[in-house]
């Protein structure tokens, strides 16, 4: 997986340079990667990368060799931002990102990345002032991770980069497991390993002699009140931001890809990408089971954007051989059933090495809103809401009550509040005491850089991926967006309603109906009334499914998987290490054997399970 490396510790060049390359090697041992690494007295930086966003040699320096800088990722708006630095004076030589980052740092010092529209990690070391600066993206689009011990301090881009360094403790942080298994995310900076903890979204991380300072430059804060404005004047502003963030990041001519859904997010991106010339190297990917509704839907929507569209069928058994690899990128973090992009990832990028992703188009625009949020409560009472909420959309992995089924009596007591802590917290910091608003905060904040993101790194480990939603501008417009029109994503499906009308006709996942009233909604709707009558009368055999879903975990691990699920799951190593209920696990084993539909419980606790063995035992 591409990313950074780096730490600041007292030693020579030579020892810092091994070490380097035992960071590199834990966080990507894959030799299609490119490492790029430098060390000096007392610090030491790396690149892990496939080098397709960024091609150029690093690290970049300046002219006078004081600065060094390494950077992954992209720029999004890097042709202005060169314009306007030739004009300040700054002689820019290639058109490689790092180098404009590099003259950035020069001009405006550490608040160089509150500028960036983009994706990235940086680090740099300044040898005026013998410190380490590392920063990211509004979104922490390439998650970062750091840990202080006696022998100094450590960052890279993965868990296991940090474990490379032997004075990290590997004590494991058990409120970490407990949030992982019931909101399928770790909340907060936690990771499974209590002294690394990940670098928060847009922040610049300065490390010196004498210490570690972190500080945000931005955050997603909702306004305190909102303007009067008609509806439409929102998604008419929407589909003109929409269309500049995608633009942005256009394919130019590259050969590319975008990952399309039978839903509307990335449908909404080609639609936009269709619009604009240099597509003609663009191709639409969809994986699943064979004849499913996203690879139908797909079909036509990449048949109306006249681009070529490949359907990768998604192999049932597709963990046996990748599922280790994908604890690795995830760091144990990532539950198994989410991490299907990885059986096809390769695949894909045979297609082209650049893909997009609709990533982030749910949360910005109203997947989390339920009608519980419009209504005042009490402090006390606002937690449980939130988590009323949840159950309604049923995502909660393990719920709450759950826990004491689960979970030993040691565990419970070591886990304490700080589960309902930590999420409070982040209720307190969208300073906002309305539910919607906090919502969407944690799910900027939480939800996005700790789960969604997954999805992107596994993919990674093959081709870059673009992310046209995220966006600066049009991240700034989702906060100005009064969350009733938040509510059921109406904003969002209303602006594409009214751009592309042609196809929003065409269904979507998982309705499986048109997103606007048309002659195909009639006959969708009543195909489904015809359905529901010959199953009333008993011919449900002719009425055929309701809908064709893309993957299926509970039948997969009930058969083709069993053998491998057992054996991991009910293994005297995962039933002793003293987190769990040993008849716990071997009742939800037996009872998703038995028909009841667990997969994703026990795609979490397989994460766990193979973590440990990777980087514990």
């Known amino acids: 997986m591409p990313g950074l490396i780096g730490f600041v510790k007292p030693g020579s060049t030579s020892a810092a340079g091994q070490l380097l390359e035992q960071m590199a090697a834990a966080l990507e041992p ?5 490492r790029e690494l430098h060390s000096g007295e007392g610090f030491g930086l790396g690149r892990v990368s496939l080098a397709i966003l960024s091609p150029g040699p690093q690290p970049v320096w300046s002219d006078d060799r004081k600065v060094c800088l390494f950077m992954e990722g992209e720029v999004f708006d890097a042709a202005e931002l060169r314009r306007a630095l030739g004009d300040g004076g700054h002689d820019l030589r290639s058109e490689d990102d790092a180098e404009l980052a590099l003259h950035l740092y020069l001009e405006y010092g550490k608040e160089f990345a509150s500028r960036l529209n983009g994706a990235f990690i940086v680090a740099l070391w300044d040898f005026r002032r013998r410190e380490l600066i590392v920063t990211n993206d509004r979104l922490g689009l390439y998650p970062v991770y750091h840990a202080s011990t006696s022998r100094g301090f450590f960052f890279a881009s993965g868990v296991r980069g940090l474990l ?10 058990r409120i970490a497991m407990a949030e992982f298994l019931t909101f399928d995310h770790v ?16 922040s610049v991380l300065v490390c010196r002699q004498g210490g570690v300072s972190i500080r945000k430059y931005w955050e997603p ?12 004047a929102y998604s008419d502003e929407l589909i003109d931001i929409f269309r500049r963030a995608v633009r942005r990041q256009s394919p130019n001519g590259q050969q590319a890809a975008i990952l399309l859904s039978g839903g509307m997010d990335s449908r909404a991106i080609l639609a936009a990408m269709a619009e604009g010339p240099g597509n003609g190297h663009l191709s639409a990917v969809t994986w699943g089971i064979p004849g499913c509704d996203d690879e139908r839907f797909a079909g036509e929507v990449a048949r109306l954007a006249a681009i070529p569209h490949h359907a990768l069928p998604l192999r049932p058994d597709w963990m046996r051989s990748l599922a280790e690899t994908g604890v690795r990128l995830t760091d144990g973090m990532g539950n198994l059933v989410n991490l299907h992009g990885l059986a096809v990832a390769e695949d894909s990028r045979r297609l082209a090495p650049v893909l997009y992703k609709g990533f982030l188009g749910d949360a910005m625009f109203g997947f989390g809103m339920r009608p519980r949020y419009w209504a005042d409560y009490d402090e006390a009472s606002r ?9 309604d959309y049923n995502v909660l992995t393990f719920d709450l009550p759950d826990h004491q089924t689960l979970f030993t009596d040691a565990f419970r007591k ?3 509040e700080g589960l309902l802590d930590d999420y409070r917290a982040a209720m307190r910091a969208s300073r906002s005491p309305q539910l919607s608003d ?8 939480q939800r996005v850089p700790r789960m969604t993101i997954n999805g992107v790194e596994v993919v990674r480990q093959y081709a870059a991926v673009r992310l046209p939603y995220a966006d600066n501008e049009l991240m700034d417009f989702s906060l100005r967006v009064p969350p009733g029109l938040r509510m059921g994503r109406q904003v969002m499906i209303q602006a594409f309603v009214r751009a592309y009308p042609s196809y929003a006709q065409i269904p979507v996942t998982p309705s499986g109906v048109p997103m606007m009233a048309c002659a195909r909604d009639l006959l969708v709707r009543g195909g489904a009334w015809a359905r529901w009558h010959l199953r009333r009368v008993g011919l449900g055999r002719l009425a055929g499914p309701d809908s064709r879903p893309a993957k299926d975990y509970d039948g997969w691990f009930r058969t083709v998987l069993r053998d491998w699920v057992e054996e991991t799951l009910l293994s005297p190593a995962n039933l002793n290490r003293g987190y769990f209920k040993p008849g716990a696990v071997r009742q939800l084993v037996q009872e998703h054997m038995a028909g009841a539909d667990h997969a994703v419980r026990l795609g979490a606790l397989l994460s766990l399970e193979l973590w440990h063995r990777q980087f514990v035992d």
Do not use: C, M, N, W
Request: net charge positive.
């Open 30 to 34: 894959d030799p299609r990667f490119r």
């Open 164 to 173: 490379a360094e032997r004075s990290l403790p590997r004590r494991i942080d």
């Open 187 to 202: 909340l907060g900076q936690r990771t499974l390993i209590e002294d690394a903890r990940l670098l928060p979204q847009a």
């Open 221 to 232: 804060i909702s306004p305190s009140s909102y303007p009067i404005r008609k509806d439409i």
């Open 383 to 391: 937690l449980h809401v939130h988590l009323e909420a949840y159950r």
């Open 414 to 416: 070591r886990v304490g």
């Open 438 to 445: 906090q919502r969407l905060y944690i799910d900027y904040t």
